[in-house]
């Protein structure tokens, strides 16, 4: 009998063929190497974006904290937002990191202070309103304004606590001074009397709460339920004034 032809009696061994083969072209740097990865799967090209694209279009997380007021906090705090007298300690307040959305729908850092007892509660409602996408224009401390409420409403800050009282009514501490109240996106969610005044001034074209329009907080509204659920009430549901920024824990 005529013995078999080379091809035919190579079939014997293809494991170690193949692994031969595959030594000769990652050598020769054939596309065939390179397309090889490892565990046999097949990456991207180098020359590709394909894994930037998909990080760039990741769902930012959500980033919170809660820490004590540190010496240069404390320092920057007394005499604006703080001062001897206040009914709450700065030792009884906390600092609360989060993450928040803007009016351009980009993530921003934002930091609120709050009584302690209030900030595993506030740090869950901004959890939720960034997982909601609600727009926050901004989050600063209302030391950034000299403390002072009216500014920091002109500038649509959110803010918490401020050592200050109710305005109009000298000697009363508003809830704001025990670190249980909030004001969100003020501008677009202003104080209303039933005189007409509206404070800040830029929140008139907001009085009319209908149509509903980008940072607003309405009634029936998923931001009302969110402060509810942690425990803190809506000044849009007060009897003749309306303070539609306004959360507390309170409800005053």
């Known amino acids: 009998m005529r013995p078999l032809?080379?091809?035919a009696r190579r079939v014997a061994v293809p494991a170690a063929v193949a692994a031969l083969c595959g030594l000769l072209a990652l050598a020769a740097g054939s596309p065939?190497?390179?397309?090889?990865?490892p565990e046999g799967r097949s990456p991207a090209p180098a020359a590709r974006t394909v894994g930037l694209d998909r990080a760039s279009e990741a769902e930012p997380a959500f980033r919170g904290s809660i820490s004590r007021i540190d010496p240069a906090l404390r320092r920057r705090m007394t005499g604006v937002s703080w001062h001897r007298g206040c009914p709450v300690g700065l030792s009884g307040l906390r600092l609360v990191r989060v993450t928040h959305w803007d009016f351009a729908r980009r993530p921003r850092a934002g930091r609120l202070v709050v009584r302690a007892g209030t900030a595993r509660g506030i740090l869950r409602v901004f959890r939720r309103l960034f997982e909601r996408r609600f727009a926050i224009r901004r989050?600063?401390?209302?030391?950034?304004?000299g403390g002072r409420d009216h500014r920091s409403m002109r500038a649509d800050n959110t803010s918490a606590f401020n050592c200050r009282e109710v305005s109009g009514r000298p000697g009363v501490w508003s809830e704001h001074a025990y670190g249980r109240a909030l004001d969100l996106n003020p501008v677009e969610n202003p104080?209303?009397?039933?005189?007409?005044?509206?404070?800040?001034p830029a929140g008139r074209p907001y009085a009319r709460r209908k149509p509903h329009r980008k940072g607003m907080v309405s009634r029936r509204g998923a931001v009302?339920?969110?402060?509810?659920?942690?425990?803190w009430k809506w000044g849009g549901r007060w009897s003749g004034v309306k303070d539609y920024q306004h959360f507390s824990t309170t409800g005053r």
């Not at 009302?224 to 425990?231: E, L, P, Q, S, Y």
């Open 191 to 200: 104080w209303v009397e039933p005189s007409g005044h509206v404070s800040p």
């Open 139 to 145: 989050i600063r401390l209302v030391d950034a304004y």
């Open 5 to 7: 032809p080379e091809p």
């Open 224 to 231: 009302v339920r969110i402060f509810a659920a942690a425990g």
């Open 32 to 37: 065939g190497a390179r397309s090889a990865g």
